[in-house]
């Protein structure tokens, strides 16, 4: 998983539209829709911001894990 799916997820899992995400690491929903897009790279320091905000956790890592085998595909379309 690259950095863009595990922004959108990230996003996902805490049920933030762009605009509250933005809100919440003070960067634009331009540049978050971006980088979730792959047109823009995350920056180090921005990839710093989204994981110190969204440290992860057991129940992310489930979430993940549950994605991963298929049980969330009809929610991240």
Known sequence: MDF???LRKTR???GLTLSQLSERIN???GHINDVENR???A???FKATVRREFPRNEAFDRFLYAEKEGEHQWLMK
Do not use: A, E, G
Request: hydrophobic share 25%; net charge positive.
């Open 4 to 6: 863009s799916d595990f």
């Open 12 to 14: 996902f899992f805490y």
């Open 27 to 29: 960067y634009s929903i």
């Open 39 to 41: 047109r823009k790279p």
């Open 43 to 45: 920056s180090d320091k």
